[in-house]
């Protein structure tokens, strides 16, 4: 079990510039979400994914931000035009149903951006 | 508006004592609520769930409350550990849709000292 794996672990990037992060969920689970912590915050949801589909976006996710999940196995998230408000730790999560049977969500070490 | 609520933003706990970790929500959808545990630059792992139809579960050292009236889960550690030092953080998710998502507290630093 190798759990959910996210590359890279630390990004830091100018203001400006393109980023994007992947994540590899736990390889049966079918549900993967993407969630933003900030610091002195809990994580924040941002959108997830049933297989391929993007099920749902929260208003946080800009149209700066793109995630995709192309063949239902792992995800990336695409920030454009980076401000330094981006600066976060940018956590992925995986289930292997949906959170309405009571499952609990699994995650990954997460990707600290940094945007100078 | 914070859903979920951990007023507490650390608590220091003498080691083999009792660590109590408590949670406010405000969303009477939510219905199935989960204690999370992250150590630094990892993570959150979780540890322990409950369901709104009960008041009590427990895991080991750890007792998870929950008082639907008052709108207030309480996570019990006993005894407390060295290794139990890390942020705590309590989620809920609502019933019946939503962003199916988890809602997070800010967090409660635990400090266990020996």
């Known amino acids: 079990d190798t759990g959910v794996s996210q590359n890279p672990r630390h990004k830091i990037t100018k203001r400006g510039q393109n980023v994007t992060f992947r994540c590899d969920p736990i390889?049966?689970?079918?549900?993967l979400y993407w969630y933003r912590q900030t610091l002195g915050q809990g994580p924040e949801f941002l959108t997830y994914?049933?297989?391929?589909?993007?099920?749902?976006k929260s208003r946080l996710l800009s149209d700066r931000f793109s995630a995709e999940r192309p063949k239902g196995s792992f995800s990336t998230l695409e920030i454009q035009r980076t401000e330094q408000g981006d600066s976060a730790m940018y956590l992925c999560?995986?289930?292997?149903?949906?959170?309405?049977?009571?499952?609990?969500?699994?995650f990954g070490s997460g990707t600290q951006l940094s945007v100078l | 508006d914070q859903q979920v609520k951990q007023n507490s933003p650390s608590l220091s706990v003498q080691e083999g004592r009792i660590s109590i970790l408590n949670c406010d929500y405000t969303?009477?959808?939510?219905?199935?609520f989960l204690w999370y545990k992250k150590y630094p630059a990892e993570g959150p792992t979780f540890l322990i769930s409950?369901?709104?139809?009960?008041d009590k579960n427990e895991d080991g050292r750890f007792t998870v409350f929950l008082n639907k009236s008052a709108k207030h889960l309480s996570l019990h550690i006993v005894p407390s550990q060295p290794g139990d030092s890390a942020v705590y953080f309590c989620?809920?998710?609502?019933?019946?849709?939503?962003?199916?998502?988890?809602?997070f507290g800010k967090g409660t630093h635990l400090i266990i000292q020996p």
């Open positions: 999560a995986s289930s292997p149903q949906s959170l309405a049977t009571n499952e609990k969500l699994f």
């Open positions: 390889s049966e689970h079918n549900r």
């Open positions: 994914f049933q297989n391929e589909a993007q099920l749902e």
């Open positions: 969303n009477s959808m939510f219905d199935y």
């Open positions: 409950i369901s709104s139809i009960k």
């Open positions: 989620a809920a998710r609502e019933s019946g849709g939503g962003a199916d998502g988890l809602t």
